[in-house]
């Protein structure tokens, strides 16, 4: 099980690393796809049916939309010739990961090793939630009875970026078709 | 962009009816079974965006659709939050009170209130990633003319 | 302690793509990595092993352990934001490549004006 995880990652990062370094746009938002779907069948193996439900769709039409917008723009790759700038770029960005990686490790001791959580604060969730919502589904019972609003936040999240997508691109579009009448 | 050809017409016609289906039944069972609210609007909207994609932008008269994404969306969410509010006057008095009957688990009809919060949320989900998608498209055939 | 590990070099591959890349559409995947590695972090530190899947299907049997629900329920609303939040940064960058014609943030940044 944690074997099958650790090969799942590794292949991720691979991905990952391929997406960030492809040549053509078309290609890296491939690779982000399958970084995408190997995140499926992590939340699978790690008992989370909803999350993976939501994933595979999501994840699907992310690709989609990520195709829309370079649907007829130029997909190549930026050439990089190497200067004195892209040279402080990543030295910079590597000593940051560098430090990130040192603190992470020193973060990580207070954690529980993998597979030996305990539930602390949810103990009264996975107890409680079945006598006094009547959901069977924990999840839910959770999210729309103990902490509503927090989705209720969400939902706001979700609204503003519906409406600052539609500010961005639909007002100069009527201006556009004004201007050519 | 254009339709595709009449093949692909075809089957995407029948598939996208029985994804819909599969997403109304995800987002109504959602306190039963896994899916939900998030799940069934984010598999609503994979059928339209799939419909949109096969025939083209010519077959739908996308802007409409648009301003009715959008009222689907603010009208939702105003509901919810009625709803929710409706808590502080029954019984205790405190926001998101689930004062309906919990009912036996398990059964299609228990839960109280979470049925109802879930298929709102589920047509929330699925107007807005419409909204957006439709946006995107509309902004590209318009710079393309 | 290796999965963790694991999971936060995923992160960090994100983060050298945001710093290194000139791309804005490299960088939007980039962002998507990062919140991947975010989500999977959450659900990995609410595993329990001989855990179940968090729905009850029978109820009297109550001391079965189920995997802790409240990780995967921040997850569960943080993936639709994200989707939401990132196709905003992407209809940002298709203005910009109306108006400038090109994806390069350091050309668009000479351009400037």
Known sequence: MENLLIIILVL????????????????????????????????????????????????????????????????????????????VTYSLSFVLVALFLYYFNKAIVGLNPFGEHTLRMSEMYVKEVLELTGSANLVKGVLWDFRGLDTLGEATVLFTAAMSVLVILRISGKKHQLTKK | ????????????????????????????????????????????????ILLIIAYGLDYFKLKQQTEATSIFESLS??????????????????????????????????????????????????????????ALIIYKEEIRR | MTLYILCFILFLVGVYGVLTRRNLIKIVISLTIMEFSVFLMLVLVGYISGGLAPIVVHPEGS?????????????????????ATNSMVLALAIRLYKKYGTFDIRKINELKG
């Not at chain 1, 990062?13 to 399958?34: E, N, T, Y």
């Not at chain 2, 298929?119 to 909204?131: D, E, H, P």
């Open chain 3, 63 to 83: 001391d079965i352990s189920v995997v802790d629900p409240l990780p995967q329920t921040l997850v569960l609303t943080a993936a639709v934001i994200a989707v």
């Open chain 1, 12 to 87: 991720m990062i691979i991905a990952a690393l391929a997406a960030i370094h492809a040549k053509d746009l078309i290609s890296a938002v491939i690779a982000q796809g399958f970084v995408g779907y190997g995140l499926v069948i992590c939340f699978f193996l790690l008992k989370a049916p909803e999350l993976a439900l939501v994933q595979i769709v999501l994840e699907t039409v992310t690709l989609i939309i990520i195709l829309a917008v370079i649907y007829d723009s130029s997909m190549k790759e930026i050439g990089e010739p190497i200067g004195k700038r892209d040279i």
């Open chain 2, 1 to 48: 962009m254009e339709g595709m050809s009449i093949i692909v017409k075809k089957i995407v016609q029948l598939i996208s009816a029985l994804i819909f289906v599969f997403g109304m039944y995800s987002a109504i069972h959602g306190h039963i079974n896994p899916g939900g609210g998030f799940a069934g609007g984010v598999l609503l909207s994979g059928a339209f």
């Open chain 2, 77 to 134: 969410i105003l509901i919810a939050l009625l709803i929710a509010f409706s808590g502080l006057f029954a019984g205790s008095l405190y926001f998101f009170n689930n004062y309906l009957p919990a009912g036996t688990p398990g059964s299609l009809i228990s839960g109280g209130l979470i049925p109802i919060y879930n298929v709102l949320i589920g047509v929330k989900v699925a107007a807005t990633l419409s909204t957006i998608f439709f």
